[in-house]
């Protein structure tokens, strides 16, 4: 059974760190690109980070840049997502999926159309 788990949510201070884990069971990460999105309650869901099958490009959305940091591990067949500095507004469930392409193009990089075999997703909750 091809499946993505994420975990690594849970409730955090602002200005705290976490770091989300997407572990692929059933079939290999190797030759995929590899996206982070999220979703809070009453709004769509927006691409946060990308990453190439190399792990050699990256793309993330403007309101995580210089905090978040995506990263993969092939031998663990998992991609992180590294946050920090993290803000009430990053409040949301974030979500692991595999780029339906082998590499896409910038414009596509954190469009959610363009990614299949989603993850269950994970809660984060960013208060004081």
């Known amino acids: 059974q091809l499946q993505l788990v994420e975990s690594g949510g849970g409730l955090v201070q602002p200005g705290r760190s976490l770091r989300l884990s997407c572990k692929a069971s059933?079939?290999?990460?190797?030759?995929?690109?590899m996206g982070w999105f999220r979703q809070a309650p009453g709004k769509e869901r927006e691409g946060v980070s990308y990453?190439?099958?190399?792990?050699?490009?990256?793309e993330y959305a403007d309101s995580v840049k210089g905090r978040f940091t995506i990263s993969r591990v092939k031998a663990n067949n998992t991609v992180y997502l590294q946050m920090n500095n993290l803000k009430p507004e990053d409040n949301a469930v974030y979500y692991c999926?595999?780029?339906?392409?082998?590499?896409?193009?910038?414009?596509?990089?954190?469009?959610?159309?363009?990614?299949?075999?989603w993850g269950q997703g994970t809660q984060v909750t960013v208060s004081s």
């Open positions: 999926a595999v780029a339906n392409v082998y590499q896409l193009h910038i414009t596509q990089r954190l469009r959610a159309n363009f990614y299949d075999n």
């Open positions: 059933g079939f290999s990460l190797d030759f995929k690109a």
């Open positions: 990453i190439s099958p190399s792990g050699i490009t990256t």
